[in-house]
C-alpha cells in the first residue's frame, strides 16, 4: 500500500511538472505571441475614430474645418512617421518600443481630453496638433512592434500575417465605441479618455510577450493562421449584427454589458487555436524525448530553446555607400538607403499618396460629410462602426486573396494595389453628387478599400526590399499617408469646405464671430473636392501600373523559396544538435 502510495504520489508530481512544463511553453511560445499581438491590434485604432470625437473639439474650441482638417492632418502624420520607431526596434528587443507607444498614446489622448473637458486653459491650436501628433504617433510604436515581429516571425505566410493583424487593427474601432457604450454612454468626450487608458493597459499586459522566435516553420503554420482568419470573420460578423440592431433598438446598459460579454469571448477564441498547435509541439517533444520518433524535427523556437544554431559564416562587409545605386535583386536585403532610392520605391510611394490620401480624407471627414448631407448625429456614429468593419473585411480579403493569386497563378501584387486605386473613385462620385443614401455605400467602398491598402502596401515593401531592414522600410512606406491627407484633406477638401460654408453665411448676411465654428450644409460642401480627389486618385492607379510592369517577371518566380530553403538548413542544423546532445548526454 505503501509502494501505491508512493507511485501515486510520483503520478500526481509528474502531472503537475507536465502542466507547469506545457504551460510555460504556451506562455513563452510563438503561437501566444500571435494571440497577444491580435489583443493588443485589436484596440490600437484610435486613429480612426477621430471623426467620432473630432464634433466636440470643433465646438468646444471653436475651430473652422481647415483647423479641424489640420489636427486630423497631424493625427495622420504622428501615425505614420515611425523612422524612429522602426531604427529602435533595428537594435532592441520589440518590448521597448510597445512601451514607448503605451506611454505617448496615454499622454497625448489624456491631453486632448483635458483640453475637450476644460479642464486646462484653452490651447493654442500648435498645442493641439502637437498632442494628437504624440496620441497618434503610439501607434506606430504599436504596429512596428507588433506587425513586424509578426512577419520575421512567420515570414513564409507573411500576406496572411499582415492581413490579419491589420483586420483586428481594422475592427478596433468598432470594439472600443462597443466598450464605450457599454461603460460611458453616449459621452464623446469620455471616448477620448477610453483612448487614453484602454490601449495602453493592454499594452502593458502583452508586451512581454512580443519577441522574436527564431526558429523552424512548421507546414501547419499556414492552416493554423486560416483558423486564427475564422475566428477573426465570426468576431467581425457578430459587430456588424450588434451594429445594424443597435441602430434599430435602443440599447440599456445592461444589453451593452451583454453584447460587451460576447465581444470578449469572441476575442479570446484564438486561444483555442494557441492550445491545439502547442499541443501537437508538445506531443512532438515527449515523442522525441521517448525515443519514438527521433527524426521529426524539433521547433527550436518553442521545443529547444537552450540549443544553439551554428554560427553563420561571416560575410565580406562593403561600405554602403560604393554599393548604394548597385541594388541586389528584388526580393535580397535591401539597405535603407538602397531601397529609398530604388525607382520601385519612388512609383511605390506616389501611388500610395494618391490612394491613402484620397481615403483618408473621407475617412477623417466622415462626420463632418454627413453632416452637410443632412445625416442624424447617430447615423454617422453608425458610419464610422460600419467603415471599421468594412476596413478589417479589406485588410483581410487583401491578405488572404492576394497571398493565394501571387502564389497559385502568378500575379504581380502591386497589380491589387492598382484595382485598389480604382474601386473607391464610385465612393468619391457618390459623395460629390450626393445620390441619396449613397454614403452607405460610400462608406463600405472605400472603408474596404483603404483598409485593403496597408496590408498590399507592406507586403509589397517586404517582398521587393527583403526583411533584413523591415522595421525601418515598413514605417517609411507609412510616411505616404499623412503627406496624401495633408493635400487632400487639407489643402483641398477643408479649403474648399470653408470657401462655400463662408459663402453661405454671406448669403444670409451674417458674419462669422471670433472663435465660433464654421459649419457648410448642402452637397455643394464636398462636391469640387470629391471630383478632384476622383482624379487623382485614378492618376494613382495610372502610376501603379508601372510598378506592376516592372515588377511582373519577379512575381513568376516563387518568392518564398529561400525562406523554405532556410528552414531546410536550420532543420538540419537542428537535427545535427540533437545527435550531439543525446551522445553527450549519454
Given at each position: 500500500m505503501a509502494s501505491s502510495m508512493l507511485h501515486g504520489g510520483e503520478n500526481v508530481g509528474s502531472c503537475w511538472r507536465n502542466s507547469k512544463n506545457f504551460t510555460l511553453q504556451v506562455l513563452t511560445g510563438r503561437w501566444f505571441m500571435a494571440f497577444s499581438s491580435f489583443m493588443i491590434m485589436s484596440v490600437s485604432g484610435a486613429s480612426y475614430m477621430f471623426s467620432l470625437y473630432s464634433r466636440e473639439i470643433k465646438s468646444v474650441l471653436g475651430y473652422d474645418q481647415s483647423t479641424l482638417n489640420l489636427l486630423s492632418f497631424f493625427k495622420d502624420l504622428g501615425s505614420n512617421i515611425g523612422i524612429i520607431s522602426g531604427l529602435i526596434n533595428e537594435v532592441t528587443p520589440p518590448w521597448v518600443v510597445l512601451t514607448l507607444g503605451g506611454l505617448l498614446n496615454?499622454?497625448?489622448?489624456?491631453?486632448v481630453w483635458l483640453a475637450v473637458t476644460t479642464k486646462i486653459p484653452k490651447p493654442q491650436v500648435w498645442n493641439m496638433c502637437l498632442y494628437i501628433f504624440i496620441g497618434a504617433n503610439s501607434h506606430c510604436s504599436t504596429n512596428t512592434g507588433v506587425i513586424v515581429t509578426g512577419v520575421k516571425n512567420f515570414p513564409g505566410t507573411r500576406g496572411i500575417v499582415i492581413g490579419i493583424l491589420s483586420g483586428y487593427l481594422g475592427l478596433s474601432a468598432a470594439i472600443i465605441t462597443q466598450i464605450y457604450y457599454a461603460f460611458y454612454g453616449n459621452d464623446s468626450k469620455s471616448l477620448i479618455l477610453l483612448m487614453a487608458w484602454l490601449p495602453t493597459?493592454?499594452?502593458?499586459?502583452?508586451?512581454p510577450v512580443i519577441r522574436h522566435h527564431k526558429g523552424?516553420?512548421?507546414?501547419?503554420?499556414?492552416?493554423?493562421?486560416?483558423?486564427?482568419?475564422?475566428?477573426?470573420?465570426?468576431?467581425?460578423?457578430?459587430?456588424?449584427?450588434?451594429?445594424?440592431?443597435?441602430?434599430?433598438f435602443s440599447f440599456?446598459?445592461?444589453?451593452?454589458?451583454?453584447?460587451?460579454s460576447l465581444m470578449f469571448l469572441l476575442l479570446i477564441l484564438p486561444l483555442a487555436v494557441v492550445m491545439a498547435e502547442e499541443q501537437k509541439i508538445w506531443k512532438r517533444k515527449?515523442?522525441?524525448?521517448?525515443?519514438?520518433?527521433?527524426?521529426?524535427?524539433?521547433?527550436?523556437?518553442?521545443?529547444?530553446?537552450?540549443?544553439?544554431?551554428?554560427?553563420?559564416?561571416a560575410q565580406k562587409q562593403v561600405s554602403c555607400w560604393k554599393n548604394l545605386f548597385r541594388h541586389p535583386s528584388r526580393g535580397d536585403d535591401y539597405t535603407i538607403l538602397q531601397a529609398l532610392l530604388s525607382l520601385d520605391m519612388v512609383i511605390l510611394f506616389l501611388a500610395t499618396i494618391c490612394g491613402l490620401g484620397s481615403s483618408l480624407t473621407v475617412v477623417n471627414n466622415l462626420s463632418q460629410i454627413g453632416t452637410s448631407l443632412g445625416y442624424s448625429g447617430h447615423s454617422i456614429t453608425t458610419f464610422v462602426s460600419l467603415m471599421s468593419i468594412w476596413i478589417y473585411m479589406g485588410k483581410i480579403v487583401q491578405g488572404v486573396v492576394s497571398e493565394t493569386i501571387i502564389t497559385k497563378f502568378k500575379v504581380p501584387r502591386p497589380l491589387i494595389l492598382t484595382l485598389?486605386?480604382?474601386?473607391?473613385?464610385?465612393?468619391?462620385?457618390?459623395?460629390?453628387?450626393?445620390?441619396?443614401?449613397?454614403?452607405?455605400?460610400?462608406?463600405?467602398?472605400?472603408?474596404?478599400?483603404?483598409?485593403?491598402?496597408?496590408p498590399v502596401l507592406f507586403s509589397i515593401i517586404s517582398e521587393l526590399f527583403g526583411l533584413k531592414f523591415y522595421s525601418t522600410l515598413y514605417n517609411v512606406g507609412s510616411v505616404?499617408?499623412?503627406?496624401?491627407?495633408?493635400l487632400f484633406s487639407v489643402r483641398v477638401a477643408g479649403y474648399l469646405y470653408d470657401r462655400e460654408a463662408t459663402?453661405?453665411?454671406?448669403?444670409?448676411?451674417?458674419?462669422?464671430?471670433?472663435?465660433?465654428?464654421?459649419?457648410?450644409h448642402g452637397s455643394e460642401c464636398y462636391k469640387m473636392a470629391f471630383i478632384i480627389i476622383t482624379t487623382v486618385s485614378l492618376f494613382g492607379a495610372l502610376v501603379s501600373l508601372i510598378l506592376v510592369l516592372r515588377t511582373r517577371e519577379f512575381y513568376k518566380g516563387d518568392i518564398y523559396k529561400k525562406f523554405r530553403e532556410e528552414a531546410r538548413t536550420t532543420e538540419a542544423d537542428i537535427g545535427l544538435n540533437q545527435e550531439d546532445w543525446n551522445t553527450s548526454s549519454k
Open positions: 496615454f499622454f497625448g489622448y489624456f491631453m493597459a493592454v499594452c502593458f499586459v502583452f508586451l523552424v516553420e512548421q507546414p501547419s503554420d499556414s492552416k493554423a493562421f486560416y483558423n486564427f482568419l475564422y475566428t477573426t470573420l465570426v468576431l467581425a460578423g457578430f459587430l456588424l449584427i450588434v451594429i445594424i440592431v443597435q441602430k434599430t440599456t446598459k445592461s444589453e451593452y454589458y451583454a453584447t460587451n515527449q515523442e522525441r524525448i521517448n525515443g519514438e520518433n527521433p527524426t521529426k524535427p524539433l521547433n527550436i523556437a518553442t521545443e529547444m530553446p537552450n540549443l544553439e544554431k551554428p554560427a553563420k559564416s485598389i486605386l480604382v474601386l473607391p473613385c464610385i465612393g468619391y462620385l457618390l459623395i460629390a453628387f450626393n445620390v441619396p443614401n449613397g454614403l452607405y455605400a460610400a462608406s463600405i467602398i472605400i472603408g474596404f478599400c483603404f483598409g485593403a491598402n496597408w505616404a499617408s499623412p503627406l496624401g491627407s495633408y459663402r453661405q453665411m454671406a448669403a444670409l448676411g451674417l458674419k462669422r464671430k471670433h472663435g465660433e465654428e464654421l459649419n457648410c
